[in-house]
Nanobody
Framework: QVQLMESGGGAVQAGGSLRLSCVASGLTLSTYAMGWFRQAPQKEREFVGAVSWSGGNPYYADSVKGRFTISRDNAKNTVYLQMNSLKPEDTAVYYC????????????????WGQGTQVTVSS
């Protein structure tokens, strides 16, 4: 059974930092490219960033570029999202997801999803 489990969410003040983790079980994470998405209340899910199976060439949504960093440790079957300089508009449920092919920007190509972790940023 494939499972992606996010952790590390919480409440933080604007300007603060959080690091989200996504641990995979039931699959070999190094086979998959990984993405992070988020969904704020009453908004559609949106792309945050993605990284290749090797960890090279991560790319990000413009709204988080320069503040968020994706990394992965395939030996630990784990992907990370380091979030710095957080803003109230970053408040959302954050999801990690795994895909084998296709555009990393589109949620349609992701086969496996975590259950999400809440991030709340107060002003």
């Amino acid at each position: 059974q494939v499972q992606l489990m996010e952790s590390g969410g919480g409440a933080v003040q604007a300007g603060g930092s959080l690091r989200l983790s996504c641990v995979a079980s039931g699959l070999t994470l190094s086979t998959y490219a990984m993405g992070w998405f988020r969904q704020a209340p009453q908004k559609e899910r949106e792309f945050v960033g993605a990284v290749s199976w090797s960890g090279g060439n991560p790319y990000y949504a413009d709204s988080v570029k320069g503040r968020f960093t994706i990394s992965r440790d395939n030996a630990k079957n784990t992907v990370y999202l380091q979030m710095n300089s957080l803003k109230p508009e970053d408040t959302a449920v954050y999801y990690c997801a795994a895909r084998l092919y296709g555009s990393g920007y589109s949620s349609d190509y992701y086969r496996y999803w975590g259950q999400g972790t809440q991030v709340t940023v107060s002003s």
